[in-house]
């Protein structure tokens, strides 16, 4: 069933990306295993789209398929497209990926030491871009890299160009990784949990420098993370995944005043606030199904407080309770 998450935008000109009913699979010797089953979202021209949810629920594969990063023998796209600026990526060929990857659609990896090549120095690395993407000189190329790395607030970066990625610490990599998404003014940024090995000190530095280049660049970013505090702080619109599916969607304020969901609520209780009054932290009980043993029907039944047998039974419509915010829960939807 077709799980449609509705923007808030009056128009088609306001989307900068529109994923319609996206699925993707894996193959394997034994089954096929669903990822991602519907997903559906938009992201508007200078907005953030927050995706949150546990781990194994699809946010980063949802957001890799975009640019058809998931490859592989075993990896099917299964149905749905990937609309950008009204041009479907899927159905792309990987020549013509090559010419808006990295250029016009960049990616920030949760992971920088595993992102950039420990052989080359930073300097080569950040240039490769530019290369590829635009007609600059050498010098010109050296140049904007620089001034790329002192907008990300790095000391010397004149030196820093020489060094490679072992002599940097974690958050000057990322960092780092930062500025080469920007280096090419580009459309959309994907943000995949790039603050997650930060101390909340450098990441509070780090969201605070994504933030002051949005504003300057004008970019949208899909910020992907567990993290509810960094998504209060850097998610216009939020939408909540959970096995493979988008149980809600609606703005920052309204999602954390109104939670609809039954897992959202639970996300939102779960999260330490302010001086910590209780003994232990709300929880929501169980663990994430696998992908080899998915239940029947709304894939959170398992572990829900409200599940019914409808909810075992199938999965339910997404449907809009006020404009901007969407749930799939059968407590919403027509029976």
Same mark, same amino acid.
């Given at each position: 069933?077709?799980?449609?998450?509705?923007?808030?935008? *009056?128009?088609?000109?306001?989307?900068?990306?529109?994923?319609?009913?996206?699925?993707?699979?894996?193959?394997?010797?034994?089954?096929?295993?669903?990822?991602?089953?519907?997903?559906?979202?938009?992201?508007?021209?200078?907005?953030?789209?927050?995706?949150?949810?546990?781990? /194994?629920?699809?946010?980063?594969?949802?957001?890799?398929?975009?640019?058809?990063?998931?490859?592989?023998?075993? +990896?099917?796209?299964?149905?749905?497209?990937?609309?950008?600026?009204?041009?479907?990526?899927?159905?792309?060929?990987?020549?013509?990926?090559?010419?808006?990857?990295?250029?016009?659609?960049?990616?920030?990896?949760? *992971?920088?030491?595993?992102?950039?090549?420990?052989?080359?120095?930073?300097?080569?690395?950040?240039?490769?871009?530019?290369?590829?993407?635009?007609?600059?000189?050498?010098?010109?190329?050296?140049?904007?890299?620089?001034?790329?790395? *002192?907008?990300?607030?790095?000391?010397?970066?004149?030196?820093?160009?020489?060094?490679?990625?072992?002599?940097?610490?974690?958050?000057?990599?990322?960092? +780092?990784?930062?500025?080469?998404?920007?280096?090419?003014?580009?459309?959309?940024?994907?943000?995949?949990?790039?603050?997650?090995?930060?101390?909340?000190?450098?990441?509070?530095?780090?969201?605070?420098?994504?933030?002051?280049?949005?504003?300057?660049?004008?970019?949208?970013?899909?910020?992907?993370?567990?993290?509810?505090?960094?998504?209060?702080?850097?998610?216009?619109?939020?939408?909540?995944?959970?096995?493979?599916?988008?149980?809600?969607?609606?703005?920052?304020?309204?999602?954390?005043?109104?939670?609809?969901?039954?897992?959202?609520? /639970?996300?939102?209780?779960?999260?330490?606030?302010?001086?910590?009054?209780?003994?232990?932290?709300?929880?929501?009980?169980?663990?994430?199904?696998?992908?080899?043993?998915?239940?029947?029907?709304?894939?959170?039944?398992?572990?829900?407080?409200?599940?019914?047998?409808?909810?075992? *039974?199938?999965?339910?419509?997404?449907?809009?309770?006020?404009?901007?915010?969407?749930?799939?829960?059968?407590?919403?939807?027509?029976?």
């Amino acid at each position: 069933m077709k799980n449609d998450i509705i923007s808030t935008a *009056e128009n088609d000109n306001d989307v900068l990306l529109r994923v319609s009913d996206l699925r993707v699979s894996f193959k394997t010797d034994r089954a096929v295993l669903h990822a991602v089953e519907g997903v559906s979202f938009n992201v508007l021209h200078g907005e953030t789209l927050g995706i949150v949810g546990e781990s /194994g629920c699809g946010k980063s594969i949802s957001c890799m398929s975009i640019l058809k990063l998931i490859q592989g023998e075993n +990896v099917l796209y299964e149905g749905g497209t990937i609309e950008f600026e009204g041009v479907n990526t899927l159905t792309m060929s990987d020549k013509q990926l090559q010419k808006i990857r990295g250029k016009d659609i960049s990616v920030i990896f949760q *992971e920088p030491m595993t992102a950039l090549n420990p052989l080359y120095t930073i300097g080569d690395q950040m240039s490769e871009a530019l290369k590829l993407h635009s007609k600059l000189g050498k010098k010109e190329i050296r140049d904007r890299c620089i001034e790329m790395l *002192e907008k990300v607030r790095i000391p010397n970066p004149r030196e820093i160009m020489l060094r490679y990625p072992f002599n940097l610490s974690g958050g000057m990599r990322q960092r +780092v990784m930062i500025a080469m998404a920007l280096l090419t003014n580009p459309k959309l940024v994907i943000a995949d949990e790039p603050t997650t090995a930060l101390d909340v000190t450098i990441q509070a530095q780090v969201l605070d420098v994504m933030q002051s280049l949005q504003r300057e660049y004008g970019c949208s970013y899909i910020f992907i993370t567990h993290d509810l505090g960094v998504i209060s702080e850097m998610a216009d619109r939020v939408a909540v995944m959970y096995g493979g599916h988008i149980c809600e969607c609606a703005d920052t304020d309204t999602l954390f005043e109104n939670p609809l969901h039954p897992y959202t609520r /639970g996300l939102i209780a779960s999260r330490p606030q302010g001086r910590m009054t209780q003994s232990r932290l709300a929880v929501i009980p169980g663990n994430v199904p696998s992908l080899a043993n998915k239940p029947s029907g709304c894939p959170f039944h398992t572990r829900c407080p409200d599940a019914r047998d409808c909810c075992r *039974e199938r999965f339910p419509e997404t449907v809009a309770v006020d404009e901007g915010h969407t749930v799939a829960c059968w407590n919403y939807a027509k029976k």
